[in-house]
């Protein structure tokens, strides 16, 4: 098990080499690429900052959980952060396992509490010259505005999280 | 056991770090706030509203200690690391 | 959306590529790999086999189901045919799209409907030169008639693909 | 209209594609059987079971039709490439 912030690009190959092993018949990667349009504006750029001591914390607690429930020491995680171009990767993750379900398992549970999680923040870069932090809270939060509904949506991690 | 200053309670002074929009909106990556010995996550939201910035914040905005999510009821002690959590955006 | 049946090995880069797309934020990968033991067996060798014709239209099949059913044309699967080594990917199925859910849906779909449904059959040697086609359905059987239960297991695909 | 041989039934001689362990057990990649016009899935079934090497198939084989697997109740045509298929194990 690994997980880093880099500051590089990342190298999917590399991965999927590092999580490989011969008893193994299952790998399983997830990338994260930046889009060209987020909310129909165009995006020329996007830069990744995160609270780097707690961000490394966390990945690793994800991981360990992940390697803990789906039973697999073999799960690699890196996240970009700083500027980054259209298309790059800004995260991936390689599992492999003795079996598919694991490895796949494995795969979705990280991203998902990573995306919760994992104190990172993206500002996009528009091509009219403004920028912003993104806030992946607020589209639900202005949905559920608009059709009067209050269910949420949203995850706060200190409830689920404590044990 | 040291003497008792002029306050019922000890004060300590509580570095809280700030990222990303929090620190845009304060203008600053790290502020400073006063509170009382044994004070909670609870205190310090609220101490950080009465600040003219405070504001910016969002309902109930999430703090990590140590590095860690911190539950509104949990008491901060001097030299923790304490930090405001912007809504999280990686992947 | 491409599906091959291929004799060469594999290239996994190749295929993330092939997905890539920017407007697309999610790429899933999925890979499986030639295990060294089956069974507790020591296995030195594999050979995959296909009824050619309906593996290629079946992969096809299921992948315009993928296609459909998560919205996205950007999907490929590959799954190697004829003797290959231990360590090699026997299939892989790369999938992009917008978002996260989806992509990883799509790879977990394409590979248990292909497991189930393409005909494709595999033979293993072992060290003691025996050679042995594997039934998966099997060991299911036997654990069914070990333990007296009489669940079914085993997927037919005459029933779910019927429309 | 073609005359009437002596069987009431149009005959017709379906080749039959083995694999794998199929192939193994007949010592053939492809068998062929006689059906009469009309017959199913089921009757070729039956058919194939009354070969000496037919008793090595499964209780319910899966067959397909036209490269499509088939339900018991299909009835088969003169051209239809018609397979027996073990069970599968790609992946």
Redesign the interface.
């Given at each position: 098990m690994r997980t880093a912030l880099v500051t590089r690009a990342i190298d999917?190959?590399a991965l999927?080499r590092e999580v490989?092993a011969?008893?193994?018949?299952?790998?399983?990667?997830?990338?994260?690429?930046?889009?060209?349009?987020n909310d129909g504006r165009a995006v020329t750029g996007i830069e990744?900052?995160?609270?780097a001591?707690?961000?490394t914390?966390?990945l690793d607690r994800i991981a360990t959980e992940a390697v803990k429930c789906f039973r697999t020491e073999l799960l690699v995680v890196e996240?970009r952060i700083g500027e980054i171009a259209?298309?790059d990767v800004?995260?991936a993750i390689a599992v492999s396992h003795?079996h598919?379900a694991p490895?796949?398992d494995a795969?979705?549970y990280v991203?998902e509490q990573?995306?919760?999680?994992?104190?990172?923040?993206?500002?996009e870069h528009y091509s009219d010259g403004a920028s912003e932090?993104?806030?992946?809270?607020?589209s639900a939060r202005e949905a559920d505005a608009a059709t009067g509904e209050t269910h949420v949506l949203?995850f706060?991690?200190?409830v689920s999280?404590?044990s | 056991m040291r003497a008792r200053g002029p306050y019922y309670f000890t004060l300590m002074r509580v570095p809280v770090?700030l990222?990303?929009?929090y620190a845009?909106a304060f203008r600053a990556q790290q502020i400073e706030v006063t509170l009382a010995d044994g004070a909670t996550v609870r205190d310090l939201l609220a101490r950080v509203r009465e600040l003219a910035t405070g504001r910016a914040l969002p309902p109930s905005p999430?703090v990590?200690l140590n590095?860690?999510?911190?539950?509104?009821g949990e008491v901060i002690h001097s030299g923790d690391?304490v930090?405001l959590?912007?809504?999280?955006?990686?992947?």
């Amino acid at each position: 098990m690994r997980t880093a912030l880099v500051t590089r690009a990342i190298d999917a190959p590399a991965l999927l080499r590092e999580v490989a092993a011969k008893e193994h018949g299952a790998t399983s990667l997830f990338l994260g690429t930046v889009r060209d349009v987020n909310d129909g504006r165009a995006v020329t750029g996007i830069e990744y900052a995160a609270y780097a001591a707690m961000a490394t914390a966390e990945l690793d607690r994800i991981a360990t959980e992940a390697v803990k429930c789906f039973r697999t020491e073999l799960l690699v995680v890196e996240h970009r952060i700083g500027e980054i171009a259209l298309g790059d990767v800004s995260v991936a993750i390689a599992v492999s396992h003795a079996h598919r379900a694991p490895a796949l398992d494995a795969t979705r549970y990280v991203i998902e509490q990573l995306k919760r999680r994992v104190p990172i923040w993206k500002r996009e870069h528009y091509s009219d010259g403004a920028s912003e932090w993104i806030d992946p809270t607020r589209s639900a939060r202005e949905a559920d505005a608009a059709t009067g509904e209050t269910h949420v949506l949203t995850f706060d991690p200190r409830v689920s999280t404590a044990s | 056991m040291r003497a008792r200053g002029p306050y019922y309670f000890t004060l300590m002074r509580v570095p809280v770090l700030l990222f990303a929009s929090y620190a845009d909106a304060f203008r600053a990556q790290q502020i400073e706030v006063t509170l009382a010995d044994g004070a909670t996550v609870r205190d310090l939201l609220a101490r950080v509203r009465e600040l003219a910035t405070g504001r910016a914040l969002p309902p109930s905005p999430l703090v990590a200690l140590n590095q860690r999510y911190a539950a509104l009821g949990e008491v901060i002690h001097s030299g923790d690391e304490v930090a405001l959590i912007p809504p999280v955006a990686g992947g």
